[in-house]
């Protein structure tokens, strides 16, 4: 059963203030920070060595469980999309009010939880639990990349993430690597592959319970007050004109209440959603994601019925995996280059990524050869982590700290329930109950409906700025540009530019995606 892959459904990250504070001096401080940073990064590796998540469907499928296709199919992988939209809010709000590491804390627990319903359970119910709580982990994992910014100064950022987001992904790797290699080389059985992720696990819910736990937290505990009150949040230092306005106007709300981020939060939203660039990599997030996150949680379903091999040394699911993670990172780190007026061609761009993904799955549902299934999962992932950067910094570059993870948590839950939707119809056994196979063939017209629409927009966008620039060209100045600094040109301000960088510092994925 494949997993979503350790980014992302996870929040973006905050991208470096304007004024950085200096750099600590050499000394004792700059030592505790490395240590901070080396045990940071450490607990995120280890938390990903799970080398028996790529092997998880021909362990059920095969004699050590003995469950049916159809079992798994339509009964036991549909209660993932259902459970995790059910955990996905409220983890969200507890992660905010109990400041994170008890929220770690419940992550490893579902994770122990996980491995032990899967090597002790038996019954199709057991293992409809044990989706119940990986889908608890999948929502906590928006817990260690909120956490480690909790800890470190502004200026810390940047590279922190740098340095959170390479541990996650280099566990992701080796932990598919080393199954493998246990699978093909060392001729391991999957039951004893899961007792070694059930050892790591264990071993990574032990350090979580000597990370440090934060004072503070986006939303409900922002600190000491100052002397006016609450802490100020970014959208203070945004937009300081309205709200000095919205503490001198009278209104039915108490004082304290009208000048709480909370509050002043949907009205800031309504005039964010009003930017083009937001609501379409917004919509892009909502769409694609979902048609993402269904082809990543039944590929390995599909792999299992197109290479039904008795012999476990001859499944290749960890390298697979171990693939799709290295390409995924490489993109999102191309991404990063990529210099282009996304005003103008963002839809075409989206639309011919969108149609390489439909064609991919296609393939996946017509072919009979295992390779070229393999092969056509690691481009079509890796396709996908190409656009997340280039989502994240377009969504966020226009938006506070407090609506970025506002916005993100939206787009992450609509597309959890268009998820949801989508399998109770296609995949639960109350509702259609279509076979693997057949449910690969919705998911390519699905997508293919996905481009339809993207490359309409293009074509009447490119329409559009054809009319326009026979009368009015752009000028040269316009060519890359944020939706902020878009809109502050419009308005006839001027904005310093972005800091270096800002734009390759993107989540690979709302996975941590699930690796698989």
Same mark, same amino acid.
């Given at each position: 059963?494949?997993?979503?892959?350790?980014?992302?459904?996870?929040?973006?990250?905050?991208?470096?203030?304007?004024q950085?504070?200096?750099?600590?001096?050499?000394?004792?401080?700059?030592?505790?920070?490395?240590?901070?940073?080396?045990?940071?990064?450490?607990?995120?590796?280890?938390?990903?060595?799970?080398?028996?998540?790529?092997?998880?469907?021909?362990?059920?499928?095969g004699?050590?469980?003995?469950?049916?296709?159809?079992?798994?199919?339509?009964?036991?992988?549909?209660?993932?999309?259902?459970?995790?939209?059910?955990?996905?809010?409220?983890?969200?709000?507890?992660?905010?009010?109990?400041?994170?590491?008890?929220?770690?804390?419940?992550?490893?627990?579902?994770?122990?939880?996980?491995?032990?319903?899967?090597?002790?359970?038996?019954?199709?119910?057991?293992?409809?639990?044990?989706?119940?709580?990986?889908?608890?982990?999948?929502?906590?994992?928006?817990?260690?990349?909120?956490?480690?910014?909790?800890?470190v100064?502004?200026?810390?950022?940047?590279?922190?993430?740098?340095?959170?987001r390479?541990?996650?992904l280099?566990?992701v790797?080796?932990?598919?690597?080393?199954?493998?290699?246990?699978?093909?080389?060392?001729?391991?059985?999957?039951?004893?592959?899961?007792?070694?992720?059930?050892?790591?696990?264990?071993?990574?819910?032990?350090?979580?319970?000597?990370?440090?736990?934060?004072?503070?937290?986006?939303?409900?505990?922002?600190?000491?007050?100052?002397?006016?009150?609450?802490?100020?949040?970014?959208?203070?230092?945004?937009?300081?004109?309205?709200?000095?306005?919205?503490?001198?106007?009278?209104?039915?709300?108490?004082?304290?209440?009208?000048?709480?981020?909370?509050?002043?939060?949907?009205?800031?939203?309504?005039?964010?959603?009003?930017?083009p660039?937001?609501?379409?990599?917004?919509?892009?997030?909502?769409?694609?994601?979902?048609?993402?996150? @269904? &082809? %990543?949680?039944?590929?390995?379903? #599909?792999?299992?019925? /197109? *290479?039904?091999?008795?012999?476990?040394?001859?499944v $290749?699911n960890?390298?697979?995996?171990?693939?799709?993670?290295?390409?995924?990172?490489?993109?999102?780190?191309?991404?990063?280059?990529v210099?282009?007026?996304?005003?103008?061609?963002?839809?075409?761009?989206?639309?011919?990524?969108?149609?390489?993904?439909?064609?991919?799955?296609?393939?996946?549902?017509?072919?009979?050869?295992?390779?070229?299934?393999?092969?056509?999962?690691?481009?079509?992932?890796?396709?996908?982590?190409?656009?997340?950067?280039?989502?994240?910094?377009?969504?966020?570059?226009?938006?506070?700290?407090?609506?970025?993870?506002?916005?993100?948590?939206?787009?992450?839950?609509?597309?959890?329930?268009?998820?949801?939707?989508?399998? @109770? &119809? %296609?995949?639960?056994?109350?509702? #259609?109950?279509?076979? /693997? *196979?057949?449910?690969?063939?919705?998911?390519?017209? $699905?997508?293919?409906?996905?481009?339809?629409?993207?490359?309409?927009?293009?074509?009447?966008?490119?329409?559009?700025?054809?009319?326009?620039?026979?009368?009015?060209?752009?000028p040269?100045?316009?060519?890359?540009?944020?939706?902020?600094?878009?809109?502050?040109?419009?308005?006839?301000?001027?904005?310093?530019?972005?800091?270096?960088?800002?734009?390759?510092?993107?989540?690979?994925?709302?996975?941590?995606?699930?690796?698989?």
């Amino acid at each position: 059963m494949s997993r979503p892959f350790p980014g992302s459904m996870a929040l973006s990250v905050p991208e470096v203030e304007k004024q950085m504070p200096a750099e600590p001096q050499p000394g004792h401080e700059q030592q505790s920070w490395w240590c901070l940073v080396f045990f940071l990064c450490f607990y995120g590796f280890m938390a990903q060595m799970r080398p028996g998540e790529s092997f998880i469907t021909p362990y059920l499928l095969g004699p050590d469980k003995n469950f049916t296709q159809t079992q798994v199919t339509n009964e036991i992988t549909p209660v993932l999309s259902y459970s995790y939209l059910a955990v996905l809010v409220p983890i969200f709000l507890l992660t905010d009010y109990l400041c994170y590491k008890p929220v770690l804390l419940l992550q490893g627990l579902s994770y122990v939880s996980v491995w032990l319903l899967l090597l002790f359970g038996s019954t199709v119910l057991h293992m409809q639990f044990m989706e119940f709580f990986f889908s608890i982990t999948m929502a906590a994992r928006i817990a260690y990349s909120s956490y480690i910014f909790s800890l470190v100064p502004p200026a810390r950022y940047q590279r922190m993430a740098s340095y959170s987001r390479a541990s996650v992904l280099l566990g992701v790797f080796t932990s598919s690597v080393l199954g493998q290699l246990l699978v093909t080389v060392g001729r391991v059985a999957f039951s004893t592959l899961n007792y070694i992720s059930l050892a790591f696990l264990t071993f990574s819910l032990v350090l979580a319970l000597f990370l440090k736990r934060p004072k503070r937290s986006l939303f409900f505990n922002r600190g000491v007050p100052g002397p006016a009150g609450a802490a100020p949040s970014e959208l203070d230092q945004m937009n300081p004109g309205q709200a000095k306005a919205a503490g001198a106007k009278p209104g039915w709300l108490p004082a304290a209440w009208r000048d709480s981020t909370f509050v002043r939060m949907p009205g800031e939203l309504g005039r964010a959603v009003r930017l083009p660039q937001l609501r379409l990599w917004s919509l892009w997030w909502v769409f694609n994601s979902a048609g993402y996150y @269904l &082809i %990543v949680y039944y590929v390995h379903i #599909l792999w299992n019925v /197109v *290479h039904p091999t008795t012999d476990t040394t001859r499944v $290749y699911n960890g390298a697979a995996d171990a693939a799709s993670t290295l390409l995924g990172a490489l993109t999102s780190f191309a991404a990063g280059f990529v210099k282009i007026r996304w005003a103008l061609w963002a839809r075409l761009v989206i639309a011919v990524v969108t149609v390489l993904q439909a064609g991919l799955v296609f393939l996946m549902y017509k072919t009979d050869d295992i390779w070229l299934c393999y092969a056509a999962f690691v481009l079509f992932r890796g396709s996908y982590q190409f656009l997340v950067p280039i989502a994240t910094f377009q969504i966020a570059a226009s938006l506070s700290q407090e609506l970025r993870a506002l916005v993100f948590g939206i787009n992450t839950f609509l597309a959890t329930v268009l998820k949801t939707v989508i399998t @109770l &119809i %296609v995949s639960d056994k109350r509702g #259609l109950g279509l076979p /693997v *196979h057949s449910q690969f063939l919705v998911y390519f017209v $699905y997508f293919l409906v996905l481009f339809a629409a993207y490359f309409l927009a293009a074509m009447l966008v490119g329409l559009r700025h054809f009319q326009q620039s026979r009368h009015q060209p752009l000028p040269a100045a316009q060519e890359l540009m944020s939706p902020m600094q878009e809109k502050a040109m419009q308005d006839g301000a001027q904005l310093p530019a972005l800091e270096d960088g800002v734009f390759a510092v993107g989540e690979l994925s709302p996975q941590s995606e699930a690796k698989a």
